[in-house]
């Protein structure tokens, strides 16, 4: 019913830039929190940044000052802005989103598909 589908990811030199979307769409009231997590081979799945309730954002200490989160409300998109790229920023970035899909509904979480960042010279 809820889908979040992400996009933008890709091969980056070190240094460079790069700017994922997450869309969310389906059956949704009202978005509590959404943002993006990231794992990496044979790592567990961090956060990374994300809007939490309230429109208050949370970012990790290892991408402070490098990254950005920002959102489209009326579109139900966050997007994720990271520059000065690092080869450590390599790993599969997921979309999640704290929802509720109708008025009085509890919320639920969703996650997309993964897009795969690649840090590389």
């Known amino acids: 019913q809820v889908q979040l589908v992400e996009s933008g990811g890709g091969l980056v030199q070190p240094g460079g830039s790069l700017r994922l979307s997450c869309v969310a769409s389906?059956?949704?009231?009202?978005?509590?929190?959404m943002g993006w997590y990231r794992q990496a081979p044979g790592e567990q799945r961090e956060l990374v940044a994300v809007f939490t309730s309230g429109s208050n954002t949370k970012l990790a200490d290892s991408v402070q000052g490098r990254f950005a989160i920002s959102r489209d409300n009326a579109k139900n998109t966050v997007y994720l802005h990271m520059n000065s790229l690092k080869p450590e920023d390599t790993a599969v970035y997921y979309c999640?989103?704290?929802?509720?899909?109708?008025?009085?509904?509890?919320?639920?979480?969703?996650w997309g598909q993964g897009t795969q960042v690649t840090v590389s010279s």
């Open positions: 389906g059956s949704i009231f009202a978005i509590n929190a």
């Open positions: 999640s989103a704290q929802l509720r899909r109708s008025y009085g509904d509890y919320l639920q979480s969703y």
